[in-house]
């Protein structure tokens, strides 16, 4: 089963964060629809063909477009319940061309009515699709995706709806009938005929149900496009019970059902949108994961042979200690930089701290005691990459402390590495040194505030000649 990327990549929300959505959209939904019923509300109802066409256009592209990208994440995944998810949104988006075209094509009334009742079936169709996506189960897949199929799917749905349409038309009894004037078409009512009205209930239920199951889904999946696909299935539904009373699908007449479908569509829109960023974002992630594995090969097979070869033809007999030296902490270097490429360093500072002082105490045989509090390093205003930086920083100077205190100090106590709240220090009691007589000419030393500045740290060095030194770092 091949690996898809989700959401969770870009960092998990809490359940409750991702349900936000879906009850915002309910009181919104709840608000325009409830203020559009009350008598002593002012009422959104508008009679404007242009305003139609217009609105038909924007649901059409946008539901195709959602269609499109949803398309996508079925082809890496192969779920079933995300290839019912690009088929509902192909009918609700063929649904509204439908209503656009195909009047316009058919002179008469006969041609209105088969317009109408196709696109009505279609969005009926739709709506069952999307539910059906909402509460199939993510394990169902397919062995691969089959785009000829499922397109061809489609089109014969749409084929033969229409084609019923047509072919019936002379039967089919007027969805809804209105007038020119604003008061008896701006009243709520039920005038349209059973069927129509039993079909509008059923896609509201299909709205409804799939709205709740997809905010379900995703606080459990940390999905991010499923919760945004379930805060428009709720405004779609309260878009089908405004239709129910004021039936401005049929119509020219522009309602405030019409202004809460689109806002479903542009919903729709924005998850699949963030599907796609998810993916590129988890997708980047993993080239960049590969790129690491690589040059950790290469630095193992290549530089950390060599250097290895140097150290053993340095030690034996005749050979120079001082390239043996440079050729430890080369490889020490080297091996440590591998370990981040393979596994980048994660967890607390503590623990990163600890783990390097012990490594560089291992690589010169002293030892070291640690007395780490629970800092994790950061500075108000720093942001991830700050944070992350000044981490390597305080790794790379406690190792480099803890070298040079076991190559150079001679002492037999160990040596104190110490971590505390915007402070890091590392103290040996061997024979010390004079600072001021140091002259900067230890590259270690100089190193160590390097690091530490271009961090924002300040590296202080503390030593008396018999005494033993302190390194130490504030932030």
């Known amino acids: 089963m091949r690996a898809t990327p989700r959401a969770g990549a870009l960092g998990r929300q809490p359940p409750v964060a991702m349900l936000r959505r879906t009850g915002a959209a309910f009181v919104v939904g709840a608000a325009v629809t409830v203020g559009s019923l009350l008598p002593s509300a002012p009422h959104l109802v508008v009679r404007s063909a242009q305003a139609h066409l217009v609105l038909e256009t924007v649901v059409t592209a946008a539901a195709a477009l959602a269609a499109l990208l949803s398309y996508g994440r079925y082809q890496r995944g192969t779920a079933w319940r995300d290839l019912l ?18 009047a316009h094509v058919l002179d ?15 969005r009926v169709g739709g709506a069952a699709a999307l539910l059906g996506a909402a509460l199939t189960a993510p394990t169902w897949r397919r062995p691969a995706a089959q785009p000829v199929a499922d397109v ?25 009938r209105v007038s020119a004037a604003l008061e008896s078409s701006g009243a709520p009512g039920l005038s349209a005929p059973p069927a129509a009205l039993v079909a509008q209930v059923v896609t509201l239920g299909c709205f409804a149900a799939a709205g709740a199951a997809f905010a379900l889904r995703a606080s459990r999946a940390d999905d991010a496009m499923l919760s945004w696909f379930a805060a428009a299935a709720v405004l ?127 690589a010169v045989g002293v030892r070291v005691r640690l007395e780490l509090g629970a800092d994790d390093g950061a500075d108000p205003g720093d942001d991830e990459q700050q944070l992350a930086g000044r981490r390597e920083a305080l790794v790379r100077i406690v190792r480099e402390a803890v070298l040079n205190a076991g190559k150079h100090s001679g002492a037999s106590e160990p040596v104190v590495v110490q971590l505390g709240p915007g402070r890091l220090s590392v103290t040996d009691r061997g024979c010390g040194f004079d600072p001021d007589g140091h002259n900067g000419t230890g590259f270690g030393l100089i190193a160590m505030a390097d690091r530490a500045e271009a961090v924002g740290a300040t590296l202080t060095v503390r030593s008396v000649r018999g005494s033993g030194t302190t390194v130490e770092v504030s932030w």
């Open 236 to 362: 779609g539904a309260w878009a089908r019970l405004s239709y129910l009373v004021y039936p401005s699908l049929y119509s020219d007449w522009f309602y405030a059902g019409d202004l809460l479908r689109l806002g479903c569509y542009v919903l729709l829109v924005v998850g699949a949108v963030v599907e796609i960023r998810t993916y590129w974002h988890v997708s980047t992630g993993i080239a960049v994961e590969a790129e690491r594995r690589r040059l950790a090969r290469d630095l193992h097979d290549g530089v950390v042979q060599e250097l290895g070869w140097i150290r053993t033809q340095a030690t034996r007999e005749g050979g120079d200690r001082r390239i043996a030296g440079a050729a430890d902490r080369a490889l020490f270097e080297a091996r440590r930089a591998i370990a981040a490429l393979v596994s980048p360093a994660e967890g607390p500072l503590a623990a990163q701290v600890g783990q390097a002082a012990e490594e560089a105490a291992d």
């Open 85 to 102: 998810l690009v088929h509902a949104l192909a009918l609700l988006s063929v649904a509204a061309l439908v209503h656009i075209t195909l």
């Open 108 to 122: 008469g009334t006969a041609g209105e009515r088969a317009a109408a009742w196709a696109a009505l079936l279609m």
């Open 152 to 176: 061809g799917f489609v089109v014969a749905i749409i084929a033969v709806v229409t084609g019923l349409a047509l072919v019936l038309a002379g039967r089919l009894p007027d969805i809804v």
